[in-house]
């Protein structure tokens, strides 16, 4: 038996080869604009205490997202802080949570600029 797959699983896997670069290009220039080193978000694990930095957070947090369930909210307090930093709302964090792929790029190509941490 056969998978069935052929000419249509390449294509799918075509389309994620797309998206996966798309939103590594992203995440690379969404750190040159936060002044880090844009290699940072292909290191595994680095990347997450970078953007602890980009949004605002202290870096030993980073131990946090290690702790089951603590790490959802962590995630979702460096996230707001990234969107913050960036000058956006919280319908930006949403869209950073759900719709990363959308959402990434157009912190990275828009008119976002990073203004630094602030105090929440």
Sequence with gaps: ???????GDAFFALIQLAIGLICLVSMWTV???????GWAC??????LYVMLIIGGKPGWWLLLLFVP???LIIMFMMIAG?????????GYVL?????????YPLLAFGDAEYVGSKDF
Excluded: D
């Excluded at 038996?1 to 000419?7: A, D, E, H, P």
């Excluded at 750190?31 to 080193?37: I, V």
């Design 1 to 7: 038996m056969s998978s069935g797959g052929g000419s």
């Design 31 to 37: 750190f040159t604009k936060a002044g880090q080193p």
């Design 42 to 47: 292909i290191v595994p694990i680095y990347n």
């Design 69 to 71: 369930l603590v790490n």
């Design 82 to 90: 990234i969107a913050a930093n960036f000058g956006k709302g919280l």
């Design 95 to 103: 869209g950073l949570i759900f719709l990363p792929f959308i959402f």
